[in-house]
């Protein structure tokens, strides 16, 4: 079992480009989730799924879409990349009462 | 909302001393809880969770937490402490799927 992949692992985007991040995993999981971490800090969610064809809004969606057309896949959209999206960014998936298992993050920097 | 607090930023232990790293939460529900830790560069690795049951579980190398539902705590604790447990250490709370992190507490042991 490959886990959670993400797909790239680095970027470097200019202002006002747009990008889109892929997750997947290939353990059956309902639930899948974005988050970004900026340095010394903690992990903020972006937005998450409960499920094949739902999304809801974490914490922090502005700038942010997602969809989650497969249940193995999870695509993290930036329409207009501004510096402030400059971070990590993480997938995670889990079952209901599992742990979650994360991805090896994205690390994008917009200049 | 949901939300989890760790009141510290840092903890500092001598080895072989026993450590605490708080961690409060508030949801309006029964929500499963969960710690995770993080070293440099790398994505965020399981320690523990509580789901039900016991107020007292135990985890990975040597890790322990307490679930208190009157003070809303998942206070994370080892009775000896290494100095390969300095990291970055993640409360978290997941609620109807919706999971959430603390601003982390990073732990450094000294020898």
């Known amino acids: 079992n490959a886990g959670v992949t993400q797909t790239p692992k680095f970027r470097v985007l200019k202002t006002g480009q747009s990008m889109t991040l892929l997750c997947a995993q290939d353990?059956?999981?309902?639930?899948m989730y974005w988050y970004r971490q900026d340095p010394g800090m903690g992990l903020r969610l972006i937005h998450y799924?409960?499920?094949?064809?739902?999304?809801a809004k974490g914490e922090v969606p502005d700038g942010y879409n997602v969809s989650r057309l497969k249940k193995q896949n999870f695509l993290l959209g930036l329409e207009s990349a501004a510096p402030s999206q400059t971070s990590v960014y993480f997938c995670?998936?889990?079952?209901?009462?599992?742990?979650?298992?994360f991805g090896p993050g994205t690390r994008l920097t917009v200049t | 909302a949901q939300s989890v607090a760790q009141p510290e930023d840092q903890v500092n232990v001598a080895e072989g001393n026993p450590l605490t790293v708080k961690c409060t939460y508030s949801v309006s529900g029964n929500p499963y809880l969960f710690w995770y830790v993080q070293y440099p560069n790398r994505g965020l690795q399981f320690l523990l969770k509580y789901i039900t049951g016991d107020n007292l579980v135990k985890g990975s190398y040597g890790f322990e937490a307490e679930f208190n539902k009157s003070q809303t705590s998942f206070h994370l604790k080892k009775p000896s402490a290494l100095v390969s447990d300095s990291a970055l250490y993640f409360c978290?709370?997941?609620?109807?799927?919706?999971?959430?992190f603390g601003d982390g507490t990073t732990l450094t042991v000294k020898p």
């Open positions: 353990m059956n999981h309902e639930y």
């Open positions: 978290a709370v997941r609620y109807t799927g919706k999971s959430t």
């Open positions: 799924s409960v499920g094949e064809g739902t999304t």
């Open positions: 995670a998936s889990n079952s209901d009462m599992s742990e979650q298992y």
